[in-house]
T-cell receptor
Framework: GAGVSQSPSNKVTEKGKDVELRCDPI?????LYWYRQRLGQGLEFLIY????????KSGLPSDRFSAERTGESVSTLTIQRTQQEDSAVYLC?????????FGPGTRLTVL | GENVEQHPSTLSVQEGDSAVIKCTYS??????FPWYKQELGKRPQLIID?????GEKKDQRIAVTLNKTAKHFSLHITETQPEDSAVYFC??????????FGAGTTVTVRA
């Protein structure tokens, strides 16, 4: 079946612009996660959605970052007024129980 | 929150030799420990996992051990092959939904 998909695969933007990243989870997966992976580094938790419960936003690095998810469907991660340090791969994952399935990521480059 | 430390950060082995990666965790309530493999430019993929009620698990050339008392777990790859070259991440589940990742180990298998 279809896995987790993300779009765009690559995004180049200018410092100060807003960007929106999209994640389509596996159908039926109730949990959705966003991670940030800087070059050569590990996965940094950003936010977690579970069904209709309030999201865990504890990993968002600043108020420039926000994310939404409607029910158990698509999620969008928005970064406002992008900075060069926001350059990274943003990975989305979904799960039904414990195993998380990752999307291919969006590579964000802020010039 | 949970803190996962992973060693070594890089590991170079001769083809056919074994590779061992070690992780420690801080939250004694963590009960699920997956290992992910990430090839260059690809998404992380689960290769093996272990739950806290088990001390060891094997899957062909890969094995994971868990010592709950010491709060550490290890990944063992035997008879390494060039396709084992990748970055490996350990992780621990805390709060029943949040995965905390180690910083990763870059494994290079020399032919």
């Amino acid at each position: 079946g279809a896995g987790v998909s993300q779009s765009p695969s690559n995004k180049v933007t200018e410092k100060g612009k807003d960007v929106e990243l999209r994640c389509d989870p596996i159908s039926g997966h109730t949990a959705l996660y966003w991670y940030r992976q800087r070059l050569g580094q590990g996965l940094e938790f950003l936010i977690y959605f579970q069904g209709n419960s309030a999201p865990d936003k504890s990993g968002l690095p600043s108020d420039r970052f926000s994310a939404e998810r409607t029910g158990e469907s698509v999620s969008t991660l928005t970064i406002q007024r992008t900075q060069q340090e926001d350059s990274a791969v943003y990975l989305c994952a979904s799960s039904l129980r414990t195993e998380q399935f990752f999307g291919p990521g969006t590579r964000l480059t802020v010039l | 929150g949970e803190n996962v430390e992973q060693h070594p950060s890089t590991l170079s082995v001769q083809e056919g030799d074994s590779a061992v990666i070690k992780c420690t965790y801080s939250d004694s309530a963590s009960n699920y420990f997956p290992w992910y493999k990430q090839e260059l430019g690809k998404r992380p993929q689960l290769i093996i996992d272990i739950r806290s009620n088990v001390g060891e698990k094997k899957d062909q050339r890969i094995a994971v051990t868990l010592n709950k008392t010491a709060k550490h777990f290890s990944l063992h790859i035997t008879e390494t092959q060039p396709e084992d070259s990748a970055v490996y991440f350990c992780a621990a589940y805390s709060n029943d939904y949040k995965l905390s990742f180690g910083a990763g180990t870059t494994v290079t298998v020399r032919a």
